[in-house]
DNA sequence: TTGAAAGCGCTAACAC
DNA sequence: GTGTTAGCGCTTTCAA
């Protein structure tokens, strides 16, 4: 069944049926009807990829990330996927585990598929991922850790913000040994929050010792194994910050192995915001880095971008911020004296 | 840029290309070295549209979930879609949150996209998402719980086997008062698991009565408030068994804020195994039903389905086996004796 | 305002 | 074994 079948059906050119279907507006509304009564008669719905040929666009944005299965992204996944939808596009998902094969195999898919835009939410706009997609100007949104990426929307995460409140928080509940503990450092991202540590640390005068930062790799193994080493130090921290949610899921579980309790005599920090992070025992305090509003970030970058044409499409630069969600994995520091209260100034 | 560039510059007719291109074996070596090396040179890649247009076929599988931030489905998605790619397919993904609106508008996408078969992994093949893509002829897998659905591949889930081991092993631990918490019980699918607890107890002897069976609504916050119905119990269970994962996380989150041991005080038991279970405090015993075994089963049957002319499809079934994965949330039953060891055989 | 017809990039039947 | 060519279903000039 295709268009032919409905003009005729309407007795009307396959033209008119087109335009009646693309919403042009100047068709007389007596033939629309009936090209409407005729299409829904027959159950007629146009054929995406005749279009797609034929206008040069496939109304489909790629997203690349790097894990569905990592908890952070299935929500990034959702809301773009709907506003996708919503907006008459559909979604190709990639994710690369931020390996370099997958990440060509990627490309080439949304090459093949020539997708209308790509947004690369790896936390990192690896060059292997640019420069096919840059050739063939596929409108590009990024999140960008280090310098701007040229010719591109670059989403920047203001880790600084939300990490800072973590470092004051922490330090507002009398804490002097705060631990770190990273992502792998060869991503930019966790060397962003990193370095957005220390710099927290250093502006309230307090210092984090090498042996208080110690490198994880993003998972609840690496959080256990993270926790198995700074309890051996002589002297324990009395606070982790963690570099994304999972790290402080494991630490938290191998402190309850080691009969350590938390909030009262470890205070947990984590990263990220995921969904589960209220769900965890002790229901956990992090920096949210919202994943539903970074989704529509990009999306909404890359739509823009449709309507643009190429040149005019200078790198622009949106911000995402975090922030600091108190729940219930933090606490006075163990045996901290309250301070007492001054006598009343009524009575 | 098109096949007839890389015609010219190869020396050669488009059908050539197109041959070369699609390993047809006739062509001549020479001819076709000269094919690969124009278009490496000019980085050609196929219009997959055109291509689709033309051989009727989008290469892309459907593939409808229940709810992407449901932790259960990421390793669906995974694993479907690296199947797809695997196999040169692409996987359109629709998330219906069993919602009626949002099912037809999947099922719409599915046609527009033209679609070579659709999996739907929603547990519950609902008929507004079948009637319409039946009727074109779209290849469909879902899983089934009531009886076979004709015309489709149906996959069955045994959730038998994994619960009434559960329940068994539950029993082996001395305990007697075993409560179930169910998820809605309007699906299909959590329905059929409260009936696969309600036989596996009856099976040993052991009997539910209606207050030990509460309905959750497979979330966490449901298991937090069936956690609070069941100790306000006269006589509290020992152990209770979940209907997912999620609703065995608020219980256990809930235990904890009720200062309650788990598991010497309260054995759980999740069902599905989603991949966090095995991090949260304790590790989940649960019942596994193999995420990735599903999403294979479910794309093996499409990519099966293609071949076949449409009249030989009839309905072939296949089922997916759950089973217990032992943890550490399960304990023996309280202050339950050791039975005495026997006296030594030799001594 | 409507229709006729060209053509998007590719595959496959047919001819050589 | 290779080339020529007719479409796949649609949009979009262009002419009426």
Redesign the pocket.
């Given at each position: 069944m295709?268009?032919?079948e409905i003009a005729k059906l309407a007795?009307?050119?396959?033209?008119?049926?087109?335009?009646v279907?693309?919403s042009v507006p100047?068709?007389?509304p007596?033939?629309a009807k009936r090209v409407l009564d005729a299409a829904a008669l027959r159950g007629y719905v146009?054929?995406t990829q005749?279009?797609a040929?034929?206008?040069?666009k496939s109304r489909t944005f790629g997203l690349v990330v790097s894990e569905i299965t990592n908890p952070f992204f299935p929500q990034i996944v959702e809301t773009f996927g709907n506003l996708a939808v919503a907006n008459g596009y559909e979604m190709l998902l990639a994710s690369t585990g931020n390996d370099l094969k997958r990440m060509e195999l990627a490309v080439r898919r949304m090459i093949e598929r020539r997708v209308d835009g790509v947004a690369i939410l790896t936390f990192g706009m690896e060059d292997s991922l640019l420069a096919d997609l840059r050739v063939r100007k596929v409108p590009l949104v990024g999140v960008v850790v280090g310098p701007t990426v040229p010719g591109v929307t670059n989403i920047r995460i203001d880790y600084r913000h939300g990490i800072r409140q973590a470092v004051q928080h922490l330090a507002a509940l009398r804490h002097q040994r705060i631990a770190f503990i990273t992502g792998p450092l060869r991503l930019m991202s966790a060397m962003a929050r990193k370095t957005a540590f220390e710099e927290s640390m250093r502006e309230i005068g307090l210092y984090a010792p090498p042996e208080l930062l110690v490198e994880g790799d993003h998972t609840v193994e690496g959080g256990v194994a993270a926790l198995g080493r700074l309890v051996r130090l002589a002297e324990r921290p009395t606070a982790i910050l963690c570099s994304n949610d999972m790290t402080a899921i494991g630490v938290i579980r191998e402190a309850y192995e080691l009969q350590i309790n938390v909030p009262n005599q470890l205070s947990v920090v984590g990263f990220d915001d995921i969904h589960l992070a209220q769900f965890i025992t002790p229901p956990l305090t992090t920096v949210q880095m919202s994943q539903s509003e970074l989704a529509t970030l990009a999306f909404q970058a890359l739509l823009a971008a449709r309507e643009r044409p190429a040149q005019t499409r200078q790198s622009n630069e949106c911000v995402l911020v975090t922030s600091l969600v108190l729940r219930k994995s933090t606490a006075l520091v163990l045996g901290a004296q309250p301070i007492p209260r001054p006598p009343d100034f009524i009575s």
């Open positions: 295709d268009i032919r007795r009307v050119s396959t033209a008119t049926v087109s335009r279907l693309n100047t068709v007389n007596k033939l146009p054929n005749a279009r040929l034929v206008s040069g």
